[in-house]
């Protein structure tokens, strides 16, 4: 099923198997006209990614305006930073000295942490437009903006490595994700909002 637009911006997916709290299916992105997605399966939680959209269409109207004076990379490191999310540029931290009891790895991470809560903001400088985990972990991230009259979405594959930079019609992203809470099988469920 196609929930938008895919010439601007849209969803498919098809629905594989339903669960009394979940359902499961193939889930991608369009926008302009490219599917994003390189491997799709079938076990993407399509109630999580509902849920999230959800919370993503509350914002949607308040949008700030794609900054002039940067270039999409720098924009989107600084969407990521902002919404409290690591970047390319950040360290990678071993999972081993999440546990160690070393002072200077202790004081290492305390620095770090500290960096990230620093580097937020409230608001943010964009709106994160969430599909659910699964595309998160596997390291996509979507931002969107104003831009006159019309809307400015930054993705990234790779924690912003590499950044695109989609200009759409107004409107489009908040057709898309209306189009797709409306499907029959998640209308009736009430997403909390928080």
Request: charged share 25%.
């Amino acid at each position: 099923m196609l929930a938008g637009n895919s010439r601007y911006f849209a969803f498919w997916y098809d629905v594989e198997k339903r669960e009394p709290k979940e359902i499961f299916g193939s889930f991608n992105v369009f926008l302009n006209s490219t599917l994003l997605i390189d491997e799709v399966d079938a076990d993407f939680g399509l109630m999580a990614i509902a849920s999230d959209l959800k919370k993503t269409l509350s914002g949607i109207d308040a949008l700030r305006e794609f900054p002039k004076d940067r270039n999409p990379k720098q924009v989107f490191l600084s969407s990521l930073h902002e919404h409290g999310f690591l970047s390319f540029e950040d360290p990678v931290i071993p999972e081993h000295w999440r546990n160690s009891s070393n002072g200077k790895v202790t004081e290492f991470l305390e620095l770090f942490s500290n960096l990230i809560r620093e580097r937020r903001a409230d608001p943010p400088i964009s709106l994160e437009v969430c599909m659910g985990p699964r595309l998160c972990e596997q390291g996509w991230r979507f931002f969107l903006f104003a831009k006159g009259k019309k809307e400015v979405m930054l993705a990234s594959p790779d924690q912003g490595r590499s950044v695109m930079k989609f200009v759409l019609p107004k409107g489009r992203v908040k057709a898309a994700i209306s189009s797709f809470l409306n499907f029959e099988d998640f209308a009736h469920v009430i997403f909390p909002l928080s």
